[in-house]
């Protein structure tokens, strides 16, 4: 590997820390190299505070040694004002030698804006490096923007017999302490977290993160009637929460309830997130939502769980239709991944 990769995977290293904190900004590293040495690097740690191409400029403890050196960074320096001034100026001020970029910005206010604003400094550019793996790491950005709706993740867990649940909805505990764990540090990773109303009235979930550090995400339950109650965890207001619906549009507190048209379909409920800037969504059931999904072909990744345990009837469990791209045991669970092309 030739140190101009080695770079850049140290870059996509660094930006990996700021997963689950970011959202809806991407992920973004940068590392500053003079004369062959690391003379500062940064990611994008928070959204609205500092970018990653800022916090390694300032980790440069000789300023003077920006004009001599080449910076790294995993996604197109921004161009507009934002939360932050833009990045692309930044380094411009600075007049660093040579800005190697992994990937383009596909936002309509970045989009070419930050390289052309490089450029006409004077300031050569190269782009393209490890590209394919910067666009994996921010693929939750990279869908909102191309395809208007959040980046979708289902998730369920199955037994060995194929049931999702029990014949009276039922279904604790399927997998083992470990994959349950794994789930809640998913949890803290996405924007929101989905279920149906059967998930809702006989699990009672709280959905949020219990066994993990991070963020609880924005909690969603579709409920059509409104014949959930109360009592709830889901509206107990501990944690912002959307009730999709057909009756009403109201607010109390941290609980949303969302008037949807008649027949609504998962694409109307994506267009509700997007309009609301959520990058990602993690539908954790039940049967009938998962296949909803599926049926629609409105998701990018299936996370499924396979335990030991045996139901001998129940629910079914979802069938995705694609291959299985990754399989992970963990102890006596089986975790299989499947993404959608």
């Known amino acids: 590997m030739d140190s101009h990769t080695l770079y850049m995977q140290r870059a996509l290293e660094l930006a990996e820390f700021g997963r689950g904190k970011v959202s809806p900004n991407p992920m973004v590293g940068c590392v500053i190299v003079h004369q062959d040495k690391i003379i ?42 934002g939360k932050t001034p833009p990045c692309a100026k930044l380094l411009v001020e600075k007049k660093v030698k040579r800005v190697i970029i992994a990937a383009f910005d596909s936002n309509p206010l970045v989009g070419g804006k930050g390289i052309q604003i490089l450029k006409d400094a004077g300031i050569e550019v190269e782009t393209g490096l490890l590209e394919k793996k910067a666009r994996i ?31 009276d909805f039922s279904s604790k505990w399927i997998t083992n302490a470990s994959s349950r764990q794994l789930v809640h540090k998913w949890r803290a990773e996405e924007d929101a977290i989905m279920v149906g109303k059967n998930t809702a009235k006989y699990d009672d979930p709280a959905l949020n993160v219990r066994d993990w550090v991070g963020k609880n995400p924005l909690r969603l339950v579709i409920d059509s009637k409104l014949e959930l109650s109360n009592s709830l965890k889901l509206f107990d207001e501990a944690v912002p929460t959307i009730c999709f619906n057909t009756l009403k549009s109201e607010v109390r ?15 109307d409920i994506l267009e509700q997130l997007y309009q609301r800037n959520i990058q990602s969504v993690l539908v ?25 345990n045996k139901f001998g009837s129940g629910i079914a469990a979802p069938f995705p239709p694609t291959p299985v791209s990754e399989s992970i045991e963990i102890l006596e669970d089986t975790l299989r991944i499947y993404h959608h092309v």
């Open 137 to 167: 790491q921010n693929k939750r950005f990279f869908t909102q923007i191309e395809m208007k709706r959040p980046y979708v993740i289902l998730k369920w867990a199955q037994t060995a017999d194929g049931f999702v649940a029990r014949e």
């Open 40 to 81: 500062g690097e940064g990611y994008h740690q928070q959204y609205g505070k500092a970018h990653a191409e800022v916090n390694a400029v300032y980790a440069v403890r000789n300023q003077e040694l920006l004009s001599e050196s080449t910076v790294y960074v995993t996604l197109e320096p921004c161009a507009h004002f």
């Open 284 to 308: 954790e059931g039940g049967s009938y939502l998962l296949n909803k999904f599926l049926a629609s072909e409105l998701w990018d990744e299936a996370r499924v769980f396979t335990s030991r």
């Open 253 to 267: 507190g941290t609980l949303e309830y969302v008037k949807l048209n008649s027949g609504f379909q998962i694409k």
